[in-house]
């Protein structure tokens, strides 16, 4: 079965700072890979995704993810952070999985990020 | 855009009682997913359903079971709540055929079993 692993659990910025958020997977056939993210008080929302091609993905908001295979690793970036994108950060896999071959997706515990002002 | 809704945004029952969440969504997706989100765990799937009337267990199914009698529409059923279900309910769906099974979220259920 894949599990994802994110590194760290909560991440405190200044303003203007850059971002990394570390996440791994462990599956070892093809993968789909995803961000979402969760602001306070709303729902879950897709921040970017990768299917295949290019392994720099960008996303929303100035967010960018790299995957590399070798790596078994999806991390997220972002160059300059902004007090607006305090909120909880989830890496999810989706890979074959059930009784009849079914996709499931596989969340990773979550980074709560808060940006000080 | 893709809307998910749930019947309820907090809800408070009481140990014993049998529990009804209601999930629908409006974009014709055929996957439909139940997730339970608590501090320091994550998602977790409980069921997810792949078309109507076809239910798969995920990663936590015990003491919870769902119906899938239309395509829009996904219950999870609390048969028996109990108060280590207090938790954070989301409904997601996506789309079969596109988008590597990209999940659409509605709000969330927060459940407190008394």
């Known amino acids: 079965a894949q599990s994802v692993s994110q590194h760290n659990h909560h991440v405190i910025l200044s303003e203007a700072a850059s971002l990394e958020l570390g996440c791994n997977y462990s599956?070892?056939?093809?993968?789909?890979l995803f961000w979402y993210v969760q602001y306070p008080g709303q729902h879950l929302q897709l921040l970017l995704k990768y299917f295949s091609g290019d392994p720099l993905v960008k996303g929303i908001k100035g967010f960018e993810a790299e995957f590399i295979k070798s790596k078994f690793s999806f991390n997220l970036r972002k160059p300059s952070v902004q007090w607006s994108d305090t909120a909880e950060y989830f890496c999810a896999v989706n890979a074959l999985a059930g009784s009849g071959g079914y996709q499931k997706v596989t969340f990773g515990i979550g980074t709560k990020l808060q940006v000080i002002p | 855009d893709v809307k998910v809704t749930q019947s309820s945004r907090y809800l408070v029952k009481r140990t014993g009682e049998k529990v009804f969440l209601e999930c629908v969504q409006d974009m014709d997706h055929e996957n439909m997913f139940w997730y339970r989100q608590d501090p320091g765990l994550g998602l977790r799937l409980i069921y997810f359903s792949y078309d109507v009337k076809m239910k798969e267990k995920g990663d936590i199914p015990e003491g919870y079971s769902v119906s899938r009698e239309k395509k829009e529409r996904f219950s999870l059923i609390l048969e028996s709540a109990s108060t280590n279900q207090t938790s954070m309910y989301l409904c997601?769906?996506?789309?079969?055929?596109?988008?590597?099974?990209?999940?659409?979220f509605g709000p969330g259920t927060r459940l407190t079993v008394l």
């Open positions: 997601a769906s996506s789309d079969l055929l596109a988008g590597g099974n990209e999940q659409f």
């Open positions: 599956y070892g056939g093809t993968v789909n």
